[in-house]
């Protein structure tokens, strides 16, 4: 580190970019010691599925909880391809508000804020009106080495096989099978992590090399002169659109179902403190009617992101306008949509996706045990929602339930945090708005399991007598008040 003094000012300045943050840990002091006992035959203690933000954050709040044996997993290349944020993410800026807590765990100096302000300045800072996001890509990576958060990557997840109180974990590690033990597990494995794509029927008849979904990584420069469809409205649609003309595709089509784009964010008035921590308590009725709603209303883009497609005359918006038929002729897309007939050379479907832990190998052993909200929840006849009904019906600490009590007592070890919490929780939970609230409480949950199913050592451990004293008695012997022997009188 560097310092500079500044003669004029009488203040000291830094060439360290990360003096704040250096400083903020130094006086938030060492880390506990990790306090759960080994368990023989066990690997991890907890393994988080899922290294990009969402995995980071918990693995730093778990180290400061005094939770050790944590190993975070991705089966992506590298950190470069790890999450959404340099590879399926085409958005210029982040949906959120840029003053959002999020992986600082309350601890101002490691917040995105401070991270561009030391680095473009408070002004700098002032003048963006959303977080860029490959700004945002470059702050998680710095919060990951910084923090010294190791995450092993080209690690797949294969198949769960839970055993009496922990879970055998079959990888492909680098291409190799291996097995590894583990207590506990949270997925923080983004927006298909119980689920997938939802790929429209009516592009599923079609060749592979016609149509992608915006989950898929997709060569726009391989659009470049040609026609495009987008079918979809939501975000990730006209942000695909956008990617598209930016590359030079001679024109691109958006089909929207809606009459109208969706553009009243209902999610957003439920924001405040009060709604916003006591949501995972409100009646089924309430949270299913809220989730409904949403769906009902749809997912509103924001304006910059239709903004980037309407600068171009070569875009071209399509409402109330849902694809009847489409079938491949040569290899070009052939689509039917109410009476009008297009063609396409390519389809991209920004149709967001389903959520299904039935549908995910890695729970194929006993995904027929999870609750649903079907199973524990009956819709009126008028807010019916299929899609949301095969959602986990999760626990206060995003763990899955037991369909039927006491035939898979192991589900409360597994916690989720990914979108598949939204029914349950209110939100896009993997998000940054999802962080404040439900992180502190998965990681409270896990300490307060470890901690209780070893009680019995734990209980040995603080009611052991066995203690050395700090200091003996002839530490303070001199200063013994002696009361003096009185004198006889005769």
């Not at 044996?69 to 340099?86: Q, S, Y």
């Not at 003053?99 to 408070?122: C, D, K, T």
């Not at 349950?424 to 940054?432: A, K």
């Amino acid at each position: 580190m560097t310092l500079i003094s500044s003669s004029n000012t009488d203040m000291t300045t830094t060439t360290d970019l990360d003096f704040a943050a250096r400083e903020a840990l130094r006086l938030l002091g060492p880390d506990p010691e990790n306090w759960v006992s080994d368990r023989p035959g066990i690997d991890h203690n907890v393994t988080i599925v899922g290294g990009s933000g969402s995995g980071s954050t918990f693995a730093f709040a778990l180290r400061r909880a005094g939770i050790g044996r944590v190993t975070v997993i991705d089966e992506a290349e590298d950190e470069t391809h790890a999450g959404v944020w340099l590879t399926r993410a085409r958005m210029k800026k982040l949906r959120t508000p840029k003053n959002l807590p999020g992986p600082e765990l309350g601890i101002p100096a490691l917040s995105f804020q401070a991270w561009y302000e030391a680095r473009h300045g408070v002004e700098a800072y002032a003048a963006i009106d959303r977080i860029p996001r490959v700004a945002w890509a470059e702050y998680l990576s710095w919060y990951r080495h910084f923090l010294g958060i190791p995450v092993r990557y080209q690690t797949k997840l294969v198949r769960i096989e839970p055993d009496a109180d922990f879970f055998r974990l079959h990888l492909e590690v680098n291409g190799v099978a291996q097995v590894e033990t583990t207590r506990k597990i949270i997925f923080a494995n983004g927006v298909a992590g119980t689920g997938g794509p939802n790929i429209p029927p009516v592009l599923a008849s079609l060749p592979r090399t016609l149509y992608a979904h915006t989950a898929d990584a997709i060569d726009f420069n391989n659009l470049r002169g040609k026609t495009v469809a987008v079918l979809g409205a939501a975000a990730s649609a006209f942000d695909a659109a956008g990617v598209a003309l930016e590359s030079g595709a001679k024109a691109v089509h958006l089909f929207a179902r809606r009459p109208a784009i969706a553009s009243v964010p209902v999610n957003r008035v439920r924001g405040y403190p009060g709604a916003y921590y006591n949501y995972p308590q409100l009646p089924d009725a309430a949270r299913w009617f809220q989730a409904w709603r949403f769906n009902q209303v749809g997912s509103t883009p924001p304006p910059d992101a239709i903004e980037r497609v309407i600068a171009f005359s070569n875009f071209h918006l399509h409402l109330s306008a849902p694809w009847k038929s489409a079938r491949n002729q040569g290899d070009r897309i052939v689509a039917q949509v109410n009476d009008d007939v297009f063609e396409f050379d390519f389809a991209i479907a920004g149709t967001g996706y389903f959520v299904d832990p039935t549908k995910r190998p890695e729970l194929a052993e006993f995904a027929h045990h999870i609750a649903l909200w079907r199973d524990r929840y009956e819709a009126p006849a008028d807010q019916r929602d299929e899609r949301l009904s095969t959602h986990p019906y999760l626990g206060s600490a995003h763990e899955y339930q037991e369909k039927v009590p006491g035939n898979a007592p192991y589900l409360k070890d597994i916690h989720v945090f990914n979108p598949a919490g939204f029914v349950s929780f209110g939100l896009p939970i993997g998000d940054v708005p999802s962080i404040r609230r439900d992180v502190p409480a998965i990681v409270a949950r896990i300490s307060h399991d470890l901690f209780f199913a070893d009680w019995s050592l734990h209980e040995a451990r603080i009611a052991n007598g066995n203690i050395s004293p700090d200091f003996d008695t002839l530490l303070y012997a001199d200063a013994v008040w002696q009361q003096q022997a009185k004198v006889a009188v005769s």
